[in-house]
């Protein structure tokens, strides 16, 4: 498994927290996975924004990344794919240079959001659920893009397949919202960070 990903994140999301913004956190989740085009676009042009913020996002998206969106929980059987949307709107706001949709699930996992949190899907199962198809060059860096992060299990897992399919090349990871957890309150709903997920005994460790 890979021992470190580093990873960027732009708004936090509260499951279970008090107050306004807190409760903006999830209806923004519940847009998100909606998959409006309209609000993708929005999503997008505010994550442009941070990149050219010093002490934000800035270097994080660089000119020749290709944005690989992190699959679904089950393979994809139509409907609405938001990390490919997600993808393809950062792609057309200059953010990486283009989309590969060449991570795929195999066989389904368990969906983290419905699960109890014993039941989770571990990394290693994820990592057993994916496959790698390499693009057909090599590209210059590889941004995996999700729409929200919980531990990192699930993109620890797809660095590794992606590390697997393409060695050396450099992988880092995006997901437009990061869990909270237990946290009761938060003050800002738009919170841009830049971390790192590790590989620690045996589990995904998100920090922050």
């Excluded at 706001?93 to 368990?110: D, E, K, N, S």
């Excluded at 290693?124 to 659920?129: L, Q």
């Excluded at 919980?150 to 993109?155: A, F």
């Amino acid at each position: 498994m890979i021992e470190a990903l580093a990873f960027a994140s732009c708004y936090v999301y509260s499951p279970s927290g008090n107050g306004m913004i807190c409760a903006r956190s999830r209806l923004l989740r519940a847009l998100l996975k909606e998959g409006d085009a309209r609000f993708m676009t929005q999503y997008a042009v505010r994550v442009r924004e941070q990149a050219l913020l010093p002490a934000r996002l800035s270097g994080f998206f660089l000119a020749g990344d290709v944005l690989v969106p992190v699959p679904r929980s089950a393979p994809k059987t139509g409907g609405t794919w938001v990390a490919a949307e997600l993808a393809q709107a950062l792609v057309e706001q200059g953010l990486g240079a283009m989309t590969w949709p060449g991570l795929r699930r195999i066989c389904a996992v368990r969906k983290s959001a419905t699960s109890a949190p014993g039941a989770r899907p571990s990394v290693a199962s994820h990592y057993d659920s994916f496959r790698m198809e390499p693009p057909a060059f090599r590209p210059a860096g590889v941004v995996l893009i999700d729409d929200v992060v919980t531990k990192g299990r699930t993109l620890l897992a797809a660095a590794s397949r992606v590390r697997d399919a393409i060695p050396g090349v450099e992988i880092r990871a995006f997901a437009l919202l990061r869990t909270l957890g237990r946290v009761t309150g938060v003050n800002h709903l738009l919170e841009p960070c830049r971390g790192e997920i590790r590989w620690a005994r045996g589990d995904a460790l998100r920090d922050p």
